[in-house]
């Protein structure tokens, strides 16, 4: 029997499977199904056309400008308003590394990495679980749509708390904005009307490009300058910026991926719920379960090769829930098949 190395608990994020069966102590099987990622499960609609060979021998572009132009054109904004960085989780850092002296505050519940690259530069930080409570912080992270629970601020209320609060940074992350379910409304506060707003955007979810890392900064030219003054040369490398590119000018995957989960997230939520979990509300391709016993659900899955994230590292949430990612329609059946014997 495999010995476990840690608890399951200890596993700060998804992926990585097998680690998790080994916390688990438990055999890992020939084939499983990964509900705890939360990327894009479509394949790419074409092959990126990129020179593997050159970019694998040269340097990247450390400016990232073919990038950054069409994203600045996309987005109606000046070059020296975007910045590409290896993933979003490197500009988490690069943030937090301007505010040692100061105090910060995450909204909670949210992706843990924002309070692990505070705390890395030893940034005093709170939890919070409402925007009005962020009076006397120089810094907050926004996850939204949020990580884990799907929800989504609308982007009037964070205008509201931004102009109440000039002198806190609102850092809004919308790694999952790709993945909204439409209900018409707006979701993408105003950085160029108010400074003390900066987006934070990830192209590893959409594109499915988890081992490539790459994602970019949308902020005034006054915080783009002071985030690039931190940043190593070459941070982004070529392979990411060349398939990132490839994807983006051909422009048919956000399409597809828009109407794939569109269609197939309400009815997997839908066939979740009728097989006796609650379900909660959300706004994007991943939602949480309510769960009595996190640790008896999560083994029982694994055992049919089934992975799902856990929350007990997800302030307000504890354990209580568990949360999937839709996948494919096939998929998803076996993940309501096999919930269906354990409620």
């Keep these: 029997m495999i010995q476990p190395e840690a608890s399951f608990s200890r596993r700060p994020h998804g992926a990585n499977p097998e680690k998790l069966y ?13 509900f705890s990622v939360n990327t894009n499960v ?34 109606g904004r000046s070059l020296d308003e975007v910045l590409f960085t290896n993933g979003s989780n490197e500009a988490l850092y690069l943030l937090a590394s301007l505010f040692v002296g100061m105090t910060a505050a995450v909204l909670q519940p949210a992706y843990g990495e924002y309070r692990r690259a505070l705390e890395a530069f030893g940034v005093p930080t709170a939890d919070i679980f409402d925007l009005r409570d962020v009076e006397g912080k120089a810094l907050v992270f926004v996850c939204n749509p949020c990580n884990p629970t799907g929800s989504c601020i609308p982007f009037g209320e964070l205008e509201a708390r931004a102009r109440a609060n000039p002198r806190t940074l ?36 959409l594109y499915h490009l988890c081992g490539a890392r790459i994602g970019y900064v949308l902020a005034s030219r006054s915080w783009v300058e002071r985030l690039k003054g931190r940043q190593p040369t070459w941070s982004v490398n070529a392979v990411a910026q060349e398939t990132v590119l ?39 391709h991943f939602f949480l379960i309510e769960v009595d016993d996190d640790e008896r659900v999560i083994r029982a899955l694994l055992e049919r090769g089934l992975v799902v994230r856990h929350t007990r590292n997800f ?29």
Excluded at 45 to 60: G, K
């Design 315 to 343: 302030p307000g949430l504890d354990g209580s829930c568990i949360r999937v990612a839709t996948r494919m329609p096939d998929e998803n059946a076996l993940l309501v098949r096999a919930l269906s014997e354990l409620a």
């Design 42 to 75: 479509l394949p790419p609609p074409v092959m990126p056309e990129i020179d593997l060979i050159r970019c694998l021998s040269e340097y990247p572009d450390d400016d990232a400008l073919a990038l950054r132009t069409l994203v600045a054109k996309r987005e």
């Design 22 to 34: 080994a916390a688990m102590g438990l055999p890992m099987p020939e084939r499983i199904v990964d």
């Design 170 to 205: 609102f850092a809004v992350d919308q790694a999952y904005s790709d993945f909204l379910l439409p209900d018409g409304e707006e979701v993408s506060p105003d950085f160029g009307a108010l400074p003390n707003i900066l987006l934070l955007r990830s192209l590893t979810k």
């Design 246 to 284: 490839s994807f983006m000018k051909d422009g048919t995957c956000a399409r597809r991926t828009r109407a794939f989960y569109a269609a197939e997230t309400p009815r997997f939520m839908e066939a979740v719920a009728r097989s006796g979990f609650r379900v909660r509300p959300s706004r994007v």
